[in-house]
Nanobody
């Protein structure tokens, strides 16, 4: 059974950095697309960043230049390096995996993802 476990969340002051990690288990994921979503209280879940099996990345406009997504295929691990954090980045961050995407196209919408983690909380204070 596929499991995704996020870690690395926490509380940080504005301008600070955090690195989120998502570890996948229960299968081989080198051919899968991966993504990070977030959901703030009272708001819909939104895509932060995603990466294709061959490393193509995409970022939401609100994180471009501040966040970096990466993956270690050998370790079945996905990362999100977050820098210059803002209070509006406060949210629960979720890792997601999609099995059926293309090699070069990162998954962009929720229906492309088959599995989700439980989330890790990020809180940014001003």
């Amino acid at each position: 059974q596929v499991q995704l476990v996020e870690s690395g969340g926490g509380s940080v002051q504005a301008g600070g950095s955090l690195k989120l990690t998502c570890t996948a288990s229960g299968g081989a994921f080198s051919s899968c697309g991966l993504g990070w979503y977030r959901q703030a209280p009272g708001k819909e879940r939104e895509l932060v960043s995603s990466i294709s099996p061959h490393g193509t990345t995409t970022y939401a406009d609100f994180v471009k230049g501040r966040f970096t997504i990466s993956r270690d295929i050998a370790k079945n691990t996905l990362y999100l390096q977050m820098s210059s954090l803002k209070p509006e980045d406060t949210a629960m961050y979720y890792c997601a995996l999609g099995r059926n995407g293309g090699r070069w196209k990162p998954p962009l919408v929720e229906r492309e993802y088959n599995y989700w983690g439980q989330g890790t909380q990020v809180t940014v204070s001003s």
